[in-house]
């Protein structure tokens, strides 16, 4: 409130001349010495100056009276006389200075008759309250004496009213008015006698209520004017006064809960209600919203303190007294036509308040007999008299179309519990779509900018939108709008709570459900943001884009996410923009109940419907694959709060357990998708494997395994998975066991052992090679399952090993299962190599060993995965080198025998004439049908594996020898020799395949000639013409056999080019 200064204007000379006026009028008297019967003849002209301050001071007069009013008390509080010393202090340090020095001297009568004719109780408690507390007490004592002499029935009626403000009064603490006048009035009175030593309390003390001693002041004073109030209307004004003063502070709790915002806002109708049909209430031509602020103080009274008992229970005698004094006289006003106005309404009203808190006093409090006595009596006297006189409030109902305006005034004017308002605003079908209901949410649209608030309006205009009520379609679209404007000034994590809300009230279909017809444009907006988020994918436009789908996802969720999902797959590079749209959306993580399929979310039920299994390319299937990622792990952007949408235990149980199969499309993908979310959630604090069924998802991965071991048996249709895939599935079972055994403690240890006896009965029905798999898994609870022969050539520990009959192993088929055993793991097969036996003293037994090493190597390799073949591969090796396997080298390659250190090179040449006599073995009459063409091309690509890893060896022993720095030999010729001999056997099997499987082998004889032209030429001595001439004409006589056309016209080009 800014009313200028504290200085001479033209309110302050209306105000000077009120008060000449009066001077005049009183003369030869001094106003100083004014008395209350004197106040009728000279009192007038100050009443008229104020009020015609009042009526000037047309914006605001309150302000303008409460302003004279303190200048006036302030004059009351002057020390006098006035030495010349205080003149000159005051001059300089008093705000009221100037404008006091306008008014006569004056004493305490003169205020008090003032506040009275103005009838101004609330101003006069507002300015007693802002006094230090000393002379706050002081000048209501001034008060109570003044009121004792010659109490009329105004005066009685004016003390009614200062006492009920009292009760109603809350601290401003923000009124720099208020603050001066408490300053100056301290600086005035710490000079005399009374208030020279000002106490302690005289310090604004929080924990101090000042009220208490106040109202037990204004108790006393109730008593003794008691026989001067005689009219039955100030009587029911006393009693309430004394009921609610007693009820408020002394028998409430001290931390009351606040009346329900419905119970708050009923109170106040009837109240209003009760002024509009009382002709003489004081507020009955208020302005509803002046009349909603006075009905609020009257309904809102509370207490930071209690009353002290000695108090409390002359409250109590004295209410009892009072109630058998004038009950009979009150009661039969009360059911008379004469009981219909505002008094006994609120006498009533106060009294069943009352009532039900003396009732839980008396049950709740410890007191001495006499005083439960005092207070059953009571108890006893306010029941009686209230049965007596119940019609009061019985018939005291409201006008229903009143609680609308009132509501609608407080949030207008933003009173006390307006947000509680906007609630019921929001949420009363009744009132919506209303001119008033309408102008009220357009005017006051930022209120209603919380969740729960847009949320209610929604459920609102969507139930009223669909019952029989006609409602303009310009005003519905209007309303809708307005909603949505409120929605889009959300903060994100707001706006989620309103999604998560519509999502749980109208389902994936959102308000475009119910509310299509008046949301124009929306397929039109949605293919708009979704083009414009496809050309602008960057971080840099993330906030605008989760804004622009923020208001899609709202009106149409499942249309905004589907379409998200499909944009995410098919868009090149827009996955992880999108994943980070999507995770700034937590809310789209809920289970519908009534959706398609209750058990999964709507994310998951979304990427299924509108992605999964309908992918064109590789390219869009790893996108799906790095768009789960995003979803379960989110990118964290900055700015913008995202959570996954997807747990990991989810994402196995719909994309990836029901696909474990090897007759399923799905399974790559599926295993991709297994391994990234195990990969990616390992280092979660929670196990939550264990929400997966762990044990049953690793018997589905065994199942899988199974599969591989008849593989080439299957129909090719039924073999939706390449034999490279089974060593994903080995690593995924590998660190699922890893992680299963990590977080064995989760498991209760009978839980734990009957997990693993399931396993293990079911492993029983598989492959005896997969229950092998999981040998570190058993370990110290079951022993490993072996065929029988595998105990024939191995030395087996009967506590760690046992033999069972397995259809297949047959005599002779220990060494095939020891292979079998040998391909699972580098540490198996280290530890097969240690436990065989073979004599290498005896020829014989070597030689046997070698024949059936090869017929197992046979057997096993087509149905190798790639790792398994390397482990086979490496264990030839460790076979070689201890010479327990013997490869005769013949020389049918060759046209003369060499003189050439072939000692390096030994291990290289025995496994390349291995691998041919291996494929001459496939490719004879009894095994040439054993593989479809997919099979052949299989062990193709195998046999290129192995015979590339040896190039890669020959060229690291020919590099790296002692005869590379400078010795006297190398091996240069030993190297070439080497390649005639490689080249000579790719062709031999490239001669025995179908050749549609033979282009990798063509592709690495190229290779095998290029190293073979790179290293003669650039050692050019250690070959003459005629030796190089010879080799073109053997290599030449090798390559003639070779078809197709094309291919042999290439090597032997790349031959003549040497």
Known sequence: MDLGPLNICEEMTILHGGFLLAEQLFRP???????????????????????????????????????????????VLQPYPVTPSDTETR???????????????????????????LEASGLFIQLLMALPTTICRAELEHFLEHMMIDTSSKDVAFFLDVWWEMMKHKGNQQDPLLSQFRTMAHKYLSSTDEFSHPPKRFKSDPDVCPTMPLLAMLLTGLKQIQNRILCPGMKCCALANLADMLTVFALMEDDPQEVSATVYLDKLATVISVWNSDTQNPYHQQALAEKVKEAE????????????????????????????EWGEELQTMLNSSQGTNYDSYRLCDSLTSFSQNLKLYLNTTGLSKEERQVVSELAECVEDFLRKTNRVLKNKGFEQDITASIAMAIIEQKMDRHMEMCYIFASEKQWAFS???????????????????????????????????????????????????????LSLPDKNKVLSGVLLSWGRKGLSEKLLAYLEGFQEDLNTTFNQLAQSASEQGLAKAVASVARLVILHPEMTVKKMCSMAVVNLGTHKFLAQILTAFPALRFTEEQGPDPSITFMVSCLKETVWTKFSTPKEEKQFLELLGYLVRPVKPQGIPVAALLEPDEVLKEFVLPFLMLDVEEVDLSLKIFIQTLEANACLEEYWLQTCSPFPLIFSLCQLLDCFSKYWQLPKEKRCLSLDGKDLVIHILELLCETVLANAKTFSPDTWIK??????????????????????????????????????ICKLSEDEWTSQAHPGYGPGTGLLAWMECCYISSSISERMLSLLVVDVGNPEEVRLFSKGFLVALVQVMPWC??????YLYQLTRRLLEKQLLHVPYSLEYIQFVPLLNLKPFAQELQLSVLFLRAFQFLCSQSCRNWLPMEGWSHVVKLLCGSLTNLLDSVRLIQSVGPWAQGQEQDLTQETLFFY??????????????????CEPLYVLALEILTCYETLSKTNPSVSSLLQKVNEQRFLKSIAENISPEEWRQTLLQKISNF
């Open 865 to 870: 995965s790639p790792q398994e073949w390397q």
């Open 435 to 489: 001119d008033e209901w309408l102008a009220c949410l357009v005017n006051n649209q930022a209120l209603f900018r919380e969740p729960d608030l847009v949320l209610k309006l929604l459920e609102t205009v969507i139930e009223v939108s669909t019952t029989d009520r006609a409602i303009p379609e310009p005003q519905l679209k209007q309303v809708i709008n307005l909603i949505l404007e409120c929605y889009a000034d």
């Open 980 to 997: 005639t001999q490689v080249f000579c056997h790719v062709l031999h099997i490239m001669a025995m395949l179908h050749q549609e499987v």
């Open 297 to 324: 103080r009257d309904v809102s009274l509370s207490s930071l303190a209690k009353l002290p008992s000695e108090t409390i229970f002359v409250g109590f005698e004295f209410l009892r007294s009072l109630l058998r």
């Open 29 to 75: 008297k001094a106003l100083a010495e004014l008395t209350k019967s004197d106040w009728e003849h000279v009192g007038r002209p100050i009443v008229e100056a104020l009020r015609e301050i009042s009526s000037t001071a047309c914006s605001q007069p309150f302000a303008w009276k409460k302003k004279a009013l303190i200048i006036i008390w302030a004059k």
């Open 91 to 117: 001059w300089q340090e008093d705000v009221f200075f100037s404008v006091g020095n306008m008014i006569p001297t004056i004493n305490h009568t003169v205020l008090f008759e003032l506040l009275k004719s």
């Open 755 to 792: 997990s693993l006896s399931w396993l293990h009965r079911k492993l029983e029905q598989l492959d005896w090679t997969v229950g092998l798999r999981l040998k570190n898994f058993f370990e110290g609870h079951f022993k490993c399952e072996v065929p029988a022969t595998l105990f024939e």
